[in-house]
């Protein structure tokens, strides 16, 4: 007699397999959104109010390019620490030795990586689970 969940898997309908490239892209998509997380909170923790200071709004890994610019006739100015907190009307500034095209290779930097994670975990195959009614090892004939 054979047991009642091996009769039962055999009469449910087996799950259509996922095609391959839409798995992959699901698995970047999802990387990609995580590795986001992570450069933002990397880029605030180590570039934000340490290397540059924006007094006129947030400016962050999810802003390249805004992150410090002239604004009301004043430049930008290069100071040899960043004292935060600044008033509206500061000018923004930018720590001695730093500048706007190397704010930009270090964004550049942070998305490489990313899209490099993403992509690695995008070719990761999935982990093979059972399904009930197959059997786990194959028959040599």
Known sequence: ???????????????????????????FVFAMVVMTIVCTVAWEDLLDDRVYMCTDGPSCYLTPGDWVHAHDGLPVEVVPKIVPPHDMSDPDEIKAGWSVAGLWAVWILFFGVSLLVSLGFARVPWIATPVLGRPTTRHQT
């Open 1 to 27: 007699m054979e047991p009642l969940l091996d009769q039962l898997a055999r009469h449910m309908p087996r799950p259509k397999k996922v095609p391959c490239w839409v798995a992959s892209i699901v698995k």
